[in-house]
């Protein structure tokens, strides 16, 4: 690594560490990229078999291999396949004949709707629930706001979903559609309200582990010393939970979004298919059904994609939202710890003075 | 020792009392059954009688035969996909604890790859592709756990390996495997007990929502899961085929959950260490 301690002080440091967490993320969507093509094409001993069935006549099968190119050898497949991806090019659906970037497209604007809207419900909830569950740590209403979290937390996200359905679809209960069958001639915000149900199920799923998350870097926040200090000089506590502790403990949430997101798209297939919600889940759920090969391939990668940028935007936003990150000379990874430990035997021992201030 | 310290705590007691009920309920169920899962013995979605106490569902199964029989299978494969990647994942979060940079770095870097792919995904890929036999499914399961299992472990394992005993056992000659497995890892079984309690929850999740979608075990048998999707069309006339295998997932999942949730409490408590 080149010496950084002549940098014109112009340059913000932590620049240097996004570029290198760039090239980490795209080393990681490439490797993605290969894992997805060798599950779906090199690791079944014959795809078109697998996508035509077991008793398809072999005259079909060898048009289906030409058509995908499967009589190639692996590498050429896997270069033409990772080629055309970079391109924007995912191959055409076997099942409806279309694009599938085009297919892809509106489902995915369809599942970010759904996504963006449990998010703009569970994070105000989460930090006020967090919050306020924090402020009156040990008291009655922490204990069953925490059992209550727990119970949350425990149910199958799934069963969330369907109790929500069985609920909605039950007489009297008409008033918000129990399934969210979309219009495709309407744009989606005139049809809101078959959005409700689905991301109150996927929230409920979400909120436990924000919450709890808020909670605890809350609670920690508000033993530390600044906070002692704060109370001491009289400032108001309101002024110190909201201004001085809440901005510190919601560091860590960041993180805690972009994991939330992680599960949230394996729930919001799940949910999608039980409110039948057009989105990118009941894509890739049909396309696992009608065997379409290509679909399934674009679908995972686009979903997994969207995982490495959501990590990647996660650190972003975690350096830059701290100060002693933000201006550090060199930024160690975050969250995961990149930097090779040294073998205990092999690290140099600390000075008595050093682990006095380590602790 | 550390057994009776958690069994003090009565959330430890409750959710070890939930989970072993539903446990005896879905192991001695099949011998407890009137009927055989799959035999058709009354009206289509019938309605709770005196011979069948919660009714029948889409097929005229007993549903209460069907429901003591379904209870297996998302049990042994939900507890044989997180016992595999307990293990597997934490011998390789030792391993890269322990070892030197190149290996820690590379096993750190997979695990972090493949948290990349949302667990049900990437299940969902391998499955679609490779077929669904019920030993595919748990090692798939395994497999999408196994990273969070890598990163606890290693954690964990890094922590306790820079503190004065693992250097006495150093210093003292102890081969490599013996301070890994008789000095670092009954340190950090705790989290890695209560991380096992997690994904025998979201193991027991994921697997319902497999057979769910269609993905897992396949139809003629009885699995919870795969009872919830059958039935869904006669949610209104017979809700019962679809709530209790619904309410016996979830108060599983409840238990296994609120048990692994009051051992890390007790043992934060008496000040072990938590990563």
């Known amino acids: ?359 | 020792m550390t057994e009776t310290r958690w069994l003090a705590d009565p959330q430890v007691r409750r959710g070890a009392v939930i989970t072993a009920l539903v446990m005896l309920l879905a192991l001695l169920g099949p011998w407890l059954a009137p009927h055989a899962p799959t035999a058709m013995v009354g009206p289509v979605y019938g309605p709770p009688t005196a011979g069948a106490p919660l009714g029948h569902d889409f097929l005229g199964h007993d549903l209460w035969s069907r429901l003591l029989s379904g209870g297996v299978s998302v049990l042994w494969m939900s507890v044989a996909a997180a016992t595999l990647a307990l293990v597997v994942g934490g011998s390789l979060g030792l391993l890269a604890g322990f070892s030197r940079r190149r290996l820690d770095q590379a096993i750190s870097w997979a695990a972090d790859v493949s948290l990349a792919f949302p667990d049900l995904i990437l299940v969902l890929l391998i499955v679609s592709m490779l077929g669904r036999a019920p030993w595919l499914i748990v090692l798939t399961v395994a497999i999408a756990f196994t990273p969070g299992v890598v990163r606890l472990a290693r954690g964990s394992a890094v922590a306790v390996a820079g503190q004065e005993f693992v250097e006495a056992a150093q210093m003292m000659g102890y081969s490599r495997w013996r301070i890994l497995f008789s000095e670092i890892l009954p340190n950090i079984l705790t989290p890695l007990l209560v991380h096992f309690g997690n994904m025998l929850t979201w193991a027991v999740g994921m697997l319902s929502g497999l057979s769910f979608l269609g993905y897992g075990v396949a139809p003629p048998a009885a699995d919870w899961g795969l009872m919830i999707n059958e039935n869904q069309a006669g949610l209104l006339v017979q809700p019962w085929a679809v709530l209790a295998p619904a309410l016996l997932i979830a108060v599983f999942a409840y238990g296994t959950n609120i048990l692994a949730e009051g051992i890390g409490r007790v043992s934060a408590r008496i000040g072990e260490k938590q990563p």
């Open chain 1, 1 to 359: 690594m080149p010496d950084h301690a002549h940098r014109s002080p112009r340059t913000p440091a932590w620049l240097a560490w996004f570029i290198g967490r760039l090239g980490y993320g795209l080393l990681t969507a490439w490797v993605i990229s290969l894992v997805v093509f060798i599950a779906t094409q090199a690791l079944p001993s014959d795809p078109a078999r697998v996508i035509l069935g077991p008793d398809a006549p072999l005259e079909s099968i060898v048009t289906l291999q030409r058509q995908l190119g499967l009589d190639q050898p692996l590498l050429v497949q896997y270069l033409r396949w990772l080629g055309a991806a970079l391109c924007g090019d995912l191959g055409i659906s076997l099942d409806s004949q279309v694009p599938v970037a085009q297919l892809l497209f509106g489902r995915l604007g369809h599942t970010l709707a759904l996504l963006a809207g449990v998010l703009a419900l569970v994070v105000p909830l989460a930090l006020t629930l967090g919050v306020s569950l924090a402020l009156r740590r040990d008291r009655p209403l922490d204990r069953w706001g925490l059992s209550a979290l727990i119970l949350l937390k425990a149910t199958p996200s799934f069963l969330l979903a369907i109790g929500l359905v069985l609920l909605f679809s039950m007489p009297g209960m008409g008033w918000l559609p129990a399934v969210s069958i979309l219009d495709p001639q309407l744009p989606l915000w005139r049809q809101l309200p078959s959005l409700v149900l689905p991301v109150v199920a996927l929230s409920l799923s979400a909120l436990p582990y924000l919450t709890r998350m808020v909670r605890a870097s809350m609670i920690e926040a508000l033993e530390s010393d600044y906070v002692v200090a704060a109370r001491l000089r009289g400032i108001p506590e309101r002024r110190i939970v909201w201004r001085h502790t809440l901005p510190n403990a919601l560091t860590p949430a960041i993180q805690g979004v972009a994991l939330t997101l992680r599960t949230l798209v394996g729930g919001a297939l799940l949910a999608e298919v039980i409110f039948s919600y057009p989105g990118i889940g009941t894509a890739l759920n049909a396309a696992i059904q009608m065997r379409d090969l290509p679909m399934i391939q674009g679908v995972v990668l686009v979903i997994t994609l969207a995982v490495v940028l959501i990590n990647l935007l996660a650190d972003l936003l975690t350096v830059l939202l701290t100060p002693k990150l933000r201006t550090a000379r060199r930024v160690k990874m975050i969250r995961r710890n990149r930097r090779g430990i040294r073998p205990w035997w092999r690290r140099a021992r600390r000075t008595p003075a050093q682990e006095a201030t380590h602790d």
